[in-house]
C-alpha cells in the first residue's frame, strides 16, 4: 500500500461522514481514529470502506494520531497524510500534497492556511504566529503553519520517533513532532491551501490558554537543554528561497 490518510477524531458526528467520503478516492486506504466520541461518531461512520479504530474512553489527538500512524505503517504505507475531522481542511487537496512530495522525499509537507487568511479569527492567527516562531526556533529552520493538521509524513520518518502521547499532551504532539524529526534529519516544506473557518461550527478542542502554555513549555525545556540553541534561531530567521515556503499575505 502507497499511501494511508489518519483522521483523529473526537465528536464529530456532524461532519466526519463528508471529510471520509471526499477523501477515500484520493488515497488507498483511510483509517479514522475515533477518540471515545460520544455524540454518534463511529455510527455515520459504520457502513463505509475504511479502517475504524476506536479508543473507549478519551485519549486525546496525540494518542490517536499515534495508534493511526502504528495502524497505517502495519499496513506498509509509505506516504502518511493526516488531515481534522471538522471539515476545516478540504480532501480535495490531497492530491497537492502527493504531487509536492514527488519532487521532495522523505520531506514533511505542511498543508498551510495561506489562503483566505483573512477569515481565521485574529487571535488565533497571531497564535499561529506566535507557534511558529518557537517551534522553528527549537526546529533549526523556518516552519510555516506548524499548527496545521493537515499534513504528509514519510514512512521512514514516523518509524525513527516516539513521542510523549499522554492526554495532557494531545496539542503539544504535532509541534514536538516537527522539532524531533528535525533532530533527526527530517525537515518540513509547506505549501499554500485554503483556510475554512466555519462560524457556525463547534467549540474548539483546544484550550488557547492551556495547549499553548504546555506547547510553551515543552520548546522552552528543549531549548533550555540544547543551551538556548543559538544556531537554530539564527537559521529560523532564514528567508528560505522555495517559493512554496513564502508566506502569501
Ligand atoms: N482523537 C482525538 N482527536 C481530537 C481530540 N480533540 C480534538 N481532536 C480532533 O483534532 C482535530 C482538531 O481539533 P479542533 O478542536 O478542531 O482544534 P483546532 O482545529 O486546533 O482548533 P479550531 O481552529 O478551533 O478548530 C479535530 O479533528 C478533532 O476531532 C481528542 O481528544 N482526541
Ligand atoms: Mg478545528
Request: proline share 5%; charged share 25%.
Amino acid at each position: 500500500m502507497d499511501t494511508a490518510l489518519v483522521i483523529p477524531v473526537f465528536n464529530e458526528a456532524a461532519t466526519i461522514r463528508e471529510v471520509v467520503l471526499q477523501a477515500q478516492d484520493k488515497v488507498d486506504r483511510v483509517i479514522v481514529v475515533d477518540d471515545g466520541s460520544a455524540d454518534g461518531t463511529t455510527q455515520r461512520l459504520q457502513d463505509l470502506d475504511i479502517h475504524l479504530l476506536r479508543h473507549e474512553s478519551n485519549k486525546g489527538k496525540a494518542a490517536a494520531l499515534q495508534y493511526g500512524f502504528s495502524h497505517a505503517l502495519s499496513l506498509h504505507a509509505k506516504t502518511i497524510i493526516t488531515l481534522d475531522g471538522d471539515g476545516q481542511h478540504n480532501p480535495e487537496e490531497i492530491p497537492k500534497l502527493l504531487d509536492t512530495v514527488k519532487s521532495c522525499p522523505n520531506t514533511i509537507i505542511i498543508a498551510a492556511r495561506l489562503k483566505q487568511r483573512q477569515n481565521a479569527p485574529k487571535l488565533r492567527l497571531f497564535a499561529n504566529r506566535f507557534a511558529d516562531f518557537w517551534v522553528s526556533w527549537a526546529a533549526g529552520y523556518p516552519v510555516i503553519d506548524s499548527q496545521s493538521g493537515f499534513r504528509l509524513y514519510p514512512d521512514k520518518m514516523l518509524h525513527s520517533i516516539q513521542l510523549d502521547t499522554t492526554k495532557q499532551n494531545g496539542f503539544v504532539y504535532e509541534s514536538e513532532i516537527l522539532i524531533e524529526a528535525a533532530n533527526n534529519n527530517f525537515y518540513s516544506i509547506s505549501i499554500p491551501v485554503e483556510s475554512i473557518y466555519r462560524k457556525e461550527g463547534r467549540e474548539s478542542h483546544y484550550r488557547p490558554w492551556t495547549d499553548t502554555w504546555r506547547i510553551v513549555r515543552m520548546i522552552a525545556w528543549r531549548l533550555i537543554r540544547k543551551g538556548m540553541y543559538p544556531s537554530g534561531l539564527f537559521r529560523s530567521l532564514r528567508i528560505l528561497p522555495d517559493p512554496r515556503n513564502q508566506p502569501l499575505g
